[in-house]
T-cell receptor, first 115, second 114 residues
Framework: AQSVAQPEDQVNVAEGNPLTVKCTYS??????LFWYVQYPNRGLQFLLK??????LVKGSYGFEAEFNKSQTSFHLKKPSALVSDSALYFC?????????????FGDGTTLTVKP | DAGITQSPRYKITETGRQVTLMCHQT?????MFWYRQDLGHGLRLIYY???????DKGEVSDGYVVSRSKTENFPLTLESATRSQTSVYFC?????????????FGPGTRLTVL
């Protein structure tokens, strides 16, 4: 079975500071990992994904994520946070051995960026 | 360029009533999904569909029914609504049959069961 953990319900950072939103996963074999962002009263929007290759993945809006196989982590990062980055962030994992592309989502982390 | 839409966006109903949530996508994606989002639980898969007339249960399917007679539509029915089904429901779709394809989400339906 696949699972995802986002250990922090809330992350607060000051505008201009770097941000990290943590994600750890459990899956058999090599995982496919995703980050999504959700703004208030909106659906989830895809940010980035790791399938294979370079451990540092770059995505939308200046976000990047680092895949670490030994630590089974896929933390989301941004060098300089903006107030507009404030949103709910979800990490998701997909077991490559399943069909239908079923994903398991973490419980979400609320990011608040203060001016 | 509508993408993926859901209707209604907000719904209030009473315990025991049947409710149908609609999902429509304009991309001709093969795969479609229904999730519910509850505080502290993230998104949980209710049902998914690999193609028209092919559906399968997710992790929280009890009390829900789906159909997919056309590729673009994937309605979700609560046969007899319960208060525990108060939630925000998201529909999603993806293009390919492989596990690497990105899911695209609709705006959600906020359902309240009184």
């Amino acid at each position: 079975a696949q699972s995802v953990a986002q250990p922090e319900d809330q992350v607060n950072v000051a505008e201009g500071n770097p941000l990290t939103v943590k994600c750890t996963y459990s899956v058999s074999g090599n995982p496919y990992l995703f980050w999504y962002v959700q703004y208030p009263n909106r659906g989830l929007q895809f940010l980035l994904k790791y399938i294979t290759g370079d451990n540092l993945v770059k995505g939308s809006y200046g976000f990047e994520a680092e895949f670490n196989k030994s630590q089974t982590s896929f933390h989301l990062k941004k060098p300089s946070a903006l107030v507009s980055d404030s949103a709910l962030y979800f990490c998701a994992v997909r077991d490559p051995n399943t069909n239908a592309g079923k994903s398991t989502f973490g419980d979400g982390t609320t990011l608040t960026v203060k001016p | 360029d509508a993408g993926i839409t859901q209707s209604p966006r907000y719904k209030i109903t009473e315990t025991g009533r049947q409710v149908t949530l609609m999902c429509h996508q304009t991309w001709s994606h093969s795969y479609m999904f229904w999730y519910r989002q509850d505080l502290g639980h993230g998104l949980r898969l209710i049902y998914y569909s690999a193609a028209a007339d092919i559906t399968d249960k997710g992790e929280v399917s009890d009390g829900y029914v789906v159909s997919r007679s056309k590729t673009e539509n994937f309605p979700l029915t609560l046969e007899s609504a319960t208060r525990s089904q108060t939630s925000v429901y998201f529909c999603a779709s993806s293009a390919g049959t492989g596990p690497t394809d990105t899911q695209y989400f609709g705006p959600g339906t906020r359902l309240t069961v009184l």
